[in-house]
T-cell receptor, first 110, second 115 residues
Framework: GESVGLHLPTLSVQEGDNSIINCAYS??????FIWYKQESGKGPQFIIDIRSNMDKRQGQRVTVLLNKTVKHLSLQIAATQPGDSAVYFC?????????FGKGTRLHILP | DAGVIQSPRHEVTEMGQEVTLRCKPISGHDYLFWYRQTMMRGLELLIYFNNNVPIDDSGMPEDRFSAKMPNASFSTLKIQPSEPRDSAVYFC?????????????FGPGTRLTVT
């Protein structure tokens, strides 16, 4: 079946380096994608979104890239900080419902 | 604003008992969502409301689960009878009509343990 998934369950990054979290999706009809961050013991928190008519969107220290040709989404975090340690979910809008992927844990190395 | 408020934060109950989870969305938000999160299945949408009306309940696992939204500031998710496999973290989220169902604000969750 169609699903939103993640390539890596865990990503370890040195503090100060850039992080890249990847996501593959299979539903070519999805028109909207979102990244959420979930810290331990908390609910997911909206980070950034992108519509399918765009291929890049930037926020504060974060950039989302969308490649519709290969159905790939990525989240780039610049100058990773200890506070970025969390599980990151990509999600897609499908029939006005948000379908979440399984998540990638970002671990920050001192 | 205090954000989305959920209660209780933790609930431990015995199999067969009724469980009621509560949610207060952010004031002015038109959409309300209930999710369940487990390690095995990830974050699953159970049901969502728009202007207090249930729009899609296709994610509700079975008849033991029911959800209500009697007014714009309160919703409940009830499990009766509860089973051990219902153990999970249940999240409530709300969003603003202008943004559609996309930019959702999540509550802190209720961790449910059914023994």
């Amino acid at each position: 079946g169609e699903s939103v998934g993640l390539h890596l369950p865990t990503l370890s990054v040195q503090e100060g380096d850039n992080s890249i979290i990847n996501c593959a999706y299979s539903n070519s009809a999805s028109d909207y994608f979102i990244w959420y961050k979930q810290e331990s013991g908390k609910g997911p928190q909206f980070i950034i979104d992108i519509r399918s008519n765009m291929d890049k969107r930037q926020g504060q220290r974060v950039t989302v890239l969308l490649n519709k040709t290969v159905k790939h989404l990525s989240l780039q975090i610049a100058a990773t900080q200890p506070g970025d340690s969390a599980v990151y979910f990509c999600a897609e809008n499908r029939d006005d419902k948000i379908i979440f992927g399984k998540g990638t844990r970002l671990h920050i190395l001192p | 604003d205090a954000g989305v408020i959920q209660s209780p934060r933790h609930e431990v109950t015995e199999m067969g008992q009724e469980v009621t989870l509560r949610c207060k969305p952010i004031s002015g938000h038109d959409y309300l969502f209930w999710y369940r999160q487990t390690m095995m299945r990830g974050l699953e949408l159970l049901i969502y409301f728009n202007n207090n009306v249930p729009i899609d309940d296709s994610g509700m696992p079975e008849d033991r689960f029911s959800a209500k939204m009697p007014n714009a500031s309160f919703s409940t998710l009830k499990i009766q009878p509860s089973e051990p496999r219902d153990s999970a973290v249940y999240f409530c989220a709300s969003s603003l009509a202008g943004r559609g169902p996309y930019e959702q604000y999540f509550g802190p969750g209720t961790r449910l343990t059914v023994t």
